[in-house]
C-alpha cells in the first residue's frame, strides 16, 4: 500500500467516522442531524490520538501538500468527505493588539448549508447571528440587517449557523481551532452528481442556466450573485459588496510568504496540542514529495523549539478596512448588549 494511502485508510475506519456514518444514513432531517452530531464532534477534539491521525491524514495526501495556500482558503485540515457532509478542521489566528469586537470577515452567509462548530481549543470567538431576511437597495447597495444573536463559542459549543443565516465572527483573544461539519439543508437527488465526469465538465453552463431559470433553491445551489455585507463608515446602514469583488485580493494573495505563513499556524497548533509525532516527521522530511516550505517548520517541531503565533491581517476587503462589533450595533440601529466575554 502507498505510503499516502496508510494514514488515509486508518482514519476512514476509525469508530467516530463510523458513528458519524451510521448517524447521517440514519438522519434524513439535517437539523436532527446536526443536533446529534454535536457529541461526537466534542469526542472527536478532545481526543489527542485521533487529532494525531488528522495531521497524518493530511500530511501523505499529495493533494494536500500540493495546494496553493492564499489568504482566502485559511489554514485547515481534511478529516472526512461524503457526498452528504463535510468534515474539517479550522484555525482561527489572533491580531498582534487583540482588542474585543474586531470585525474577522464581512457579515455572510453559507448559501443552503447547516454549518456546526466545536471550538476545542484556544479561547474561542464572539458571533453575532443576524435575522435571514435582508432588505437591500440594488442602487446604493445600502442594506437594512437585525441582528437576533449575540454568542460566544464558549458559551453555546457546539453552536449551529442555519443555511441562509447572515453571521459574523470576531477574530478570537487566542490561537483558536474548531471541528466543524457542514451539509446541505436537505438532502438532494442532486448531491450525488457532483462527482460524475461529464456534468463535472459543464458545471457552469449547467450551474447559470439554473439560475437563469431561477430554479436555484430548489436545486440546491447558490444565486447568481451572493453578497456579503459591513457596517458603513457612516454607521447608518450597511452595506453590501458582491462576495466574488470582496474575496477577489484574498484569493490573489499568495506565494512564499503566504505558504509559511499556513505551515507557521499548522506547526504552531500541533506543537500546542502535543500533536508533534518526532519519528513521523522525521520521515516526512525525507520524502521526495514533501514541499520544501515545510521542512523549516518541521525541524523546529521535532526539535522542540517554539514556534511563535502568526496573527490575523490588521484590514480586510472593505473601503475603511476594518470595522467592529460597535459599529454593527450602530448600523443596525439596535442598543449593544451587555459584553459578554
Given amino acids: 500500500m502507498k505510503m499516502e494511502n ?31 452530531v454535536k457529541p461526537l464532534l466534542l469526542k472527536m477534539g478532545a481526543d489527542v490520538d485521533f487529532l494525531k491521525l488528522i495531521v497524518r491524514r493530511n500530511f501523505d495526501d499529495p493533494g494536500y501538500l500540493n495546494q496553493e495556500w492564499s489568504l482566502y482558503n485559511i489554514p485547515f485540515f481534511y478529516i472526512h468527505e461524503t457526498a452528504d457532509f463535510i468534515l474539517k478542521l479550522h484555525f482561527f489566528p489572533t491580531v498582534k493588539n487583540w482588542k474585543p469586537g474586531i470585525a474577522a470577515h464581512a457579515i455572510h452567509h453559507h448559501n443552503n448549508y447547516l454549518l456546526t462548530t466545536n471550538a476545542f481549543f484556544g479561547s474561542g470567538y464572539e458571533s453575532l447571528l443576524f435575522e435571514k431576511k435582508v432588505e437591500m437597495d440594488p442602487i446604493t447597495l445600502r442594506t437594512k440587517m437585525n441582528i437576533r444573536k449575540h454568542f460566544h463559542q464558549k458559551d453555546w459549543n457546539p453552536s449551529k449557523v442555519d443555511s441562509w443565516e447572515p453571521h459574523i465572527v470576531f477574530v478570537p483573544e487566542k490561537f483558536s481551532a474548531t471541528l466543524l461539519i457542514w451539509t446541505p439543508e436537505k438532502k438532494r437527488s442532486t448531491d450525488a452528481l457532483r462527482n460524475v465526469g461529464f456534468l463535472k465538465a459543464i458545471k457552469g453552463p449547467l450551474r447559470r442556466a439554473i439560475q437563469f431559470l431561477g430554479l436555484a433553491d430548489m436545486v440546491g445551489i447558490s444565486h447568481g450573485k451572493t453578497y456579503q455585507w459591513y457596517a458603513a463608515q457612516d454607521s447608518k446602514s450597511f452595506m453590501a459588496v458582491e462576495e466574488a469583488n470582496y474575496f477577489a485580493p484574498s484569493k490573489a494573495a499568495k506565494g512564499p510568504e503566504i505558504d509559511d505563513y499556513s505551515m507557521q499556524m499548522v506547526f504552531g497548533f500541533m506543537q500546542r496540542l502535543n500533536l508533534v509525532e518526532t519519528d513521523y516527521l522525521n520521515e516526512l522530511m525525507t520524502r ?19 514556534i511563535e503565533d502568526v496573527y490575523h491581517r490588521e484590514e480586510i476587503n472593505i473601503p475603511q478596512g476594518k470595522y467592529t462589533i460597535s459599529d454593527i450595533y450602530k448600523a443596525a440601529g439596535q442598543a449593544e448588549e451587555n459584553p459578554i466575554r
Fill in 288 to 306: 521526495n514529495n514533501t514541499p520544501t516550505y515545510y521542512k523549516n517548520w518541521i525541524a523546529k517541531a521535532v526539535s522542540n523549539e517554539f
Fill in 6 to 36: 496508510k494514514s488515509k485508510n486508518k482514519l476512514v475506519a476509525h469508530p467516530y467516522i463510523a458513528e458519524l456514518l451510521a448517524l447521517e444514513l440514519a438522519t434524513e432531517d439535517r437539523h436532527a442531524f446536526h443536533e446529534k
